[in-house]
């Protein structure tokens, strides 16, 4: 295998343009040539490709979003769309595919690793929820960008006995959630993974109004409700002034974190190298600290799940 390609594909995460870096001198170190893919699985269509040189990926480690850009393809997902894909890929030379995405890019991979094509997926997306890795790249720097807004929004919250409800992203999962309301200290963490009694909540607002607690801060999963739609539910707030905020795409762009520019630079140059031994239908996985290879499939079939410890740690602390 002499030519490889990278593409990044649905939502950007932080880290990103480390990871693309990182494959491509991974393939130049081996003597292999690395061709970035535009736009995702669309420019595999289209034939958008760029060959990659060291110009390209100089200067791109700390930078936020994607060089390479990333849409959502339909096309891509029919037959006729892969059969497309390959015979751009081959007319260009390029032997193996690097994916940088999540679960539904993992599934365009697949789909090219069944007809035949070596793929390998790296794990890129701030929600945190793909199976075989304990972070996807992305998350630190997410959960740090919310971090610091949080820590703002609670010195106002203390001096205006207020109760803010502060909406973060996780549609399907409140990993983003769970982390940020750990490390603010809030005091409520709302995660689709777990029912939610509005009566339950209510009484805790209730108490904590009265031992005095001058502010309150509820962290709420996307995926459950808006921030606005809880405020409607919240008839009681115990006394406190009801604020809310929402994070929205704040949480995905900026430069990354050191821990995920590491991540990224680990996981993209394990995935290159991994083609050039043969590998594919794979994701890089960083478990217990170390590199690993899982199925593609692994990212869809198996739930992964929140922490025990981390949900405890919310009522005991507060």
């Not at 963490?189 to 801060?217: D, F, W």
């Amino acid at each position: 295998m002499e030519r490889i390609a990278v593409l990044t594909s649905g939502g950007d995460s932080p880290g990103m343009n480390a990871a693309i870096r990182a494959v491509a001198k991974a393939s130049f170190f081996n003597g292999k040539e690395c061709v970035g893919v535009m736009r995702g699985f669309e420019g595999l269509l289209e034939g958008d490709f760029i060959t990659l040189t060291r110009g390209h990926v100089g200067g791109i480690i700390h930078r936020g979003g994607t060089i390479l850009k990333t849409a959502r393809s339909e096309r891509f997902m029919t037959p006729e769309g892969q059969a497309l894909a390959l015979e751009q890929m081959r007319k260009a030379g390029i032997e193996g595919l690097v994916v940088i995405g999540g679960d539904g890019s993992f599934h365009g991979g697949k789909a090219l690793h069944d007809l035949g094509f070596p793929v390998i997926g790296v794990p890129g997306t701030i929600d945190n929820d793909v199976a075989g890795t304990d972070e996807t790249i992305g998350f630190d720097t997410a959960v740090n960008t919310a971090l610091e807004a949080v820590r703002r929004l609670r010195d106002t919250a203390s001096s205006h006995d207020r109760m803010f409800i502060v909406e973060v992203m996780g549609r399907h999962a409140g990993f983003l959630a769970l982390e940020i309301a750990v490390a603010t200290g809030a005091e409520y963490v709302v995660v689709p993974e777990l029912p939610l009694s509005i009566g339950n909540l209510c009484q805790k607002l209730r108490l904590s109004h009265k031992a005095k607690k001058a502010h309150t801060l509820i962290i709420l999963a996307e995926g459950v409700m808006s921030a606005s739609e809880m405020k409607g539910k919240l008839q009681d707030t115990g006394g406190y002034d009801a604020r809310i905020t929402v994070l929205g795409h704040i949480q995905r762009g900026g430069s990354p974190t050191s821990f995920d520019v590491t991540l990224a630079s680990r996981m993209g140059a394990y995935a290159a190298e991994s083609l050039f031994i043969g590998k594919s239908g794979c994701m890089v996985g960083n478990l217990n600290h170390r590199m690993v290879l899982s199925d593609l499939e692994r990212a869809w079939s198996e739930t992964k799940s929140l922490s025990p410890e981390l949900l405890g740690l919310i009522d005991k602390l507060n």
